[in-house]
């Protein structure tokens, strides 16, 4: 019998999620970067135990796709002797981290999240879900990025410890941020926290040592395509890197590459030879969202992405091609949707996917014709 549990939700490494393509093997890289090494050696483990496919995460983590059971060990095995997966499954679970991907070494960001994965021991056991967000550069990059316990900054530039779903934060001394993050996850439990799921419908009255009056100050907006401080921002079309491609175009001086929450990874220090990743912030596909569809998801009655790809640029505003009506590319309405169903497509227009539609049964070409090809 094989060693691993295939759970239906939040999976790591050691509790790989099943999927239409094979296991899914999340991998949660240390402060949302891989060394060069690293990701070469994810993208060899990828391919080889893997179908080559590796999603990223609106948590900078990444998903190597397509695993048969046979070789989910040996898998792990590898992401341990690439110090990405921790080899104590607890320890595995528990390291839920989400930094601000453009931190610089030394800075507060690095400070306090290496603290906190110091104490990873210590904290207590939280719904599977639960994270903790460590946001503390010059301005804030993940205000709606998903987190439960958050180091923040203010206007003033004080780093403040706040917890999800408040308005207001209690201001931090240097040094204390990670312990106090260790804290208000004990306390969460102790209150009774874990049948709410998340700190944000925890509606018990918060501690006076975290009840500050501090807001947040104004986010920043997500890092955009291009030229960056720290070498190359590139989008990834629908949040999915090819292996082969990604490993071929890792230029010798990239030092490292950090992962972004924003289906965007950093290259430090050098351009990639971007093989079908995106340095063009008016790119089309940048304005589409499509889910792995069929045959991936077995939900799907119908191919998505390369429709998508077809798509994009014949549409103005923002395109939503679903696989079917629950819309997991998409949780927000878009300007076109384009739902799959029973193999062909249901179209709508600034709606969510599933929503009644103005137009049923459309073939892809069907659907090209409309928006402007022959
Ligand atoms: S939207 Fe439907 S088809 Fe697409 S990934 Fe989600 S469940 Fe699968």
Known sequence: MSDFQVRGWCPDAWRPMASGDGLLVRVKPRLARLTRAQLLGLCDAALAQGNGLIDLTSRSNLQ???????????????????????????????????????????????????DLLAMIDALPSLPGKMGFV??????????????????????????????????????MATG??????????????????????RMARHAAPLPDWAAGRVAPAAPAGPIAPGPHPLGTALAVPFGQLDAAALADAIVEDVAGVRITPWRTILAEGAWLDAAGLIVDPADPLLRADACVGA???????????????????????????????????????????????????????????????????????????LFGTD
């Not at 460590?134 to 410890?161: C, K, S, V, Y």
Request: with cysteine; aromatic share 4%; proline share 7%.
């Open 64 to 114: 190597v796709r397509g695993v048969g059971e046979a070789g989910w060990r040996k898998l792990v095995d590898r992401l341990i002797a690439l110090e990405l997966v921790d080899p104590d499954a607890e320890a595995e679970k528990r390291r839920n981290l989400l930094v601000a991907p453009d931190w610089q070494p030394g800075d507060d960001t690095q400070r306090i999240a290496g």
């Open 134 to 171: 460590i946001d503390a550069g010059p301005q804030p990059l993940l205000a709606n990025a998903p987190g439960d316990f958050r180091i923040e900054r203010d206007a003033g530039g004080q780093l403040i410890l706040r917890a999800d779903g408040r308005a207001n934060g209690a201001p």
């Open 176 to 197: 204390d941020e990670a312990a106090a993050l260790v804290r208000l996850a004990h306390w969460f439990v102790e209150t009774g926290g874990a049948s709410a799921g």
């Open 295 to 369: 045959p991936a998801c077995p939900q799907a009655s119908v191919e998505t992405r390369t429709l998508a790809r077809q798509l994009a640029p014949l549409v103005s505003g923002r395109l939503h091609i679903s696989g079917c009506a629950k819309g997991c590319a998409r949780a927000v309405a878009a300007d076109v949707v384009v739902t799959g169903r029973e193999g062909r497509f249901d179209l709508a227009f600034d709606a969510r996917a599933g929503a009644p539609p103005t137009r049923t049964g459309l073939t892809p070409d069907a659907l090209l014709a």
